[in-house]
């Protein structure tokens, strides 16, 4: 599997350094921005694989990054950032990150991200849409072919994980996933963090999909446990 290129935007030049010879010693590429003019700059002209985005920069938020990368690419966008409020982390996903990363972070963390994100990459490059389905339930459709999730035939606007978590919930509508069976799919991993995140990226989904979250009709927590598909009639 080939290394994939990746986009490093950090102000913070130690942080900076830190990533960078992370990613050399593992053999990545990479490219630099300090700032989110020359992230958006880099990213239209050079399209990397993926981008591992600081929110605080100096000219402009982290998440006005995303939003202006969105408007063209669905390349993988993992947040590195010492905000650690889930209505830090809601907003980024909201507004198109696909993973988030609080600083302090270990080397090793970073590099088991990254790995899971260029599984997901090459999943998505090799599934074959003849093996595909169409899942139905009530006003929920899937159509696994075309990576695409609606909702009253209006099309569901989710990111990759937001996507991914739908399709492991459908494809075991009835049953209850624990949050270690979920996170081991997701991200590879049971890390602390993963659970928390799970429980952001689940929040979001279910704004987009439920009208009434706390009477869900699609998506059902057990608290403690995990989460269920609910069938329904």
Not at 1 to 8: G, H, S, T
Not at 66 to 90: C, G, M
Not at 146 to 168: F, R, S, V, W
């Amino acid at each position: 599997m080939n290394k994939p290129m990746i986009l490093v935007v950090e102000d913070d030049t130690s942080v900076r350094n830190l990533i960078t010879t992370t990613l050399k010693a593992h053999d990545y590429r990479y490219l630099t921005a300090q700032n989110g003019a020359a992230a958006i700059l880099e990213a239209s002209s050079h399209n990397p694989d993926i981008v591992l985005l600081d929110l605080g920069l100096p000219d402009m938020d982290g998440v006005e990054v995303i939003e202006k990368i969105r408007t063209w690419s669905n390349l993988p966008i993992i947040v590195i950032s010492a905000r650690s409020e889930d209505t830090d982390k809601i907003d980024a996903l909201d507004a198109g990150a696909d993973d988030y990363l609080t600083k302090p972070f270990s080397v090793e963390e970073l590099l088991a991200r990254l790995r899971v994100t260029q599984r997901r990459l090459a999943m998505m490059q090799s599934e074959s849409p003849a093996e595909a389905s169409v899942f139905s339930n009530g006003q929920l459709r899937i159509d696994y072919a075309a990576g695409c999730a609606y909702l009253k035939d209006e099309e569901l606007h989710l990111t990759p994980i937001e996507y991914k978590l739908l399709c492991l919930l459908s494809k075991n509508a009835g049953k209850v996933l624990t949050h270690t069976f979920i996170t081991q799919k997701i991200w590879g991993s049971s890390w602390d963090n993963d659970i928390a995140s799970l429980r952001v990226f689940m929040a979001t989904l279910r704004k987009k999909l439920e009208k009434e979250p706390d009477t869900p009709q699609y998506i059902q927590t057990h608290i403690g446990v995990g989460y269920r598909m609910i069938k329904v009639e």
